[in-house]
């Protein structure tokens, strides 16, 4: 059974749409299966015709398209879509595994590339990671950025630049009240009322070391962005 992850939504907060097309009816199945139990709609094609049909009707938010169809092939699919005005973002599915496929595949207009044989959890982690276009509309109310340090509240997901983080419960609470508060100075009783809603009664060790923790995921290797204000807390600033 696939993990299960939070929720994602469009900024509306309806489901969101995914076109699959692939001629493997029962693959085809097993994909439109791991889809749904993510909470998404999906629409399932099996040739390009039926694909080019489907996406006029419904206006997917993403599309997951085989390359190798029995009328019209994916690209040519996915060429007629763009005209069309689509910008959903494409994840091809192809058999072939040669580097010269995957450039095609991508400059065609694709996003991303799988190739068969696959597993369902990759499938859906590279669908999420392309549908965080969507999620992360800048005017829904759910992001929070400094620099390139993005926050999103309602898919509970975290990135630096393009790399995703992964992050403990307590650690995406600490760095979301960081983020709330940006180049403000935070002392640790603040910190603990608001994340441990703690007293301040000795506990300032245990703040110390969760940003301990953050600052290895969040800024190693990297422009730091959570700096120490020696005797006074924490502060999460972008470098001047």
């Given at each position: 059974?696939?993990?299960?992850?939070?929720?994602?939504?469009?900024?509306?907060g309806?489901?969101?749409?995914?076109?699959?097309v692939?001629?493997?009816?029962?693959?085809?199945?097993?994909?439109?299966?791991?889809?749904?139990?993510?909470?998404?709609?999906?629409?399932?094609?099996?040739?390009?015709?039926?694909?080019?049909?489907?996406?006029?009707?419904?206006?997917?938010?993403?599309?997951?398209?085989?390359?190798?169809?029995?009328d019209?092939?994916?690209?040519?699919?996915?060429?007629?879509?763009?005209?069309?005005?689509?910008?959903?973002?494409?994840l091809?599915?192809?058999?072939?595994?040669?580097?010269?496929?995957?450039?095609?595949?991508?400059?065609?207009?694709?996003?991303?590339?799988?190739?068969?044989?696959?597993?369902?959890?990759?499938l859906?982690?590279?669908?999420r990671?392309?549908?965080?276009?969507?999620?992360?509309?800048?005017?829904?109310?759910?992001r929070?950025?400094?620099?390139?340090?993005?926050?999103?509240?309602?898919?509970?997901?975290?990135?630096?630049?393009?790399?995703?983080?992964?992050?403990?419960?307590?650690e995406?609470?600490?760095?979301r009240?960081?983020?709330?508060?940006?180049?403000?100075?935070?002392?640790?009783?603040?910190?603990?009322?608001?994340?441990?809603?703690?007293?301040?009664?000795?506990?300032?060790?245990?703040?110390?070391?969760?940003i301990?923790?953050?600052?290895?995921?969040?800024?190693?290797?990297?422009?730091?962005?959570?700096?120490?204000?020696?005797?006074?807390g924490?502060?999460?600033?972008a470098?001047?």
């Open positions: 059974m696939l993990a299960q992850l939070p929720k994602m939504y469009r900024p509306d309806s489901p969101i749409r995914i076109l699959l692939d001629d493997e009816q029962t693959l085809a199945r097993l994909v439109s299966l791991a889809l749904s139990y993510e909470g998404w709609v999906v629409d399932v094609a099996h040739t390009g015709r039926e694909a080019l049909q489907s996406f006029k009707m419904s206006r997917p938010d993403a599309v997951v398209l085989d390359i190798m169809l029995p019209i092939d994916g690209l040519n699919v996915l060429r007629q879509m763009r005209e069309l005005g689509s910008s959903a973002p494409t091809f599915l192809t058999a072939r595994d040669s580097v010269d496929d995957r450039i095609i595949g991508l400059t065609a207009g694709g996003d991303d590339y799988l190739t068969k044989p696959f597993s369902l959890e990759e859906v982690a590279r669908l990671g392309l549908l965080r276009r969507i999620v992360l509309a800048p005017d829904d109310g759910s929070l950025q400094v620099a390139d340090l993005v926050l999103d509240e309602r898919s509970y997901e975290t990135f630096r630049g393009d790399e995703p983080l992964s992050l403990t419960t307590t995406f609470e600490l760095l009240f960081l983020l709330r508060n940006p180049n403000r100075v935070l002392s640790r009783a603040q910190i603990l009322e608001n994340v441990w809603q703690y007293d301040f009664a000795g506990k300032a060790s245990i703040v110390d070391l969760y301990s923790y953050l600052r290895k995921k969040v800024d190693r290797g990297r422009s730091p962005l959570i700096h120490t204000v020696r005797g006074v924490y502060i999460l600033r470098a001047s």
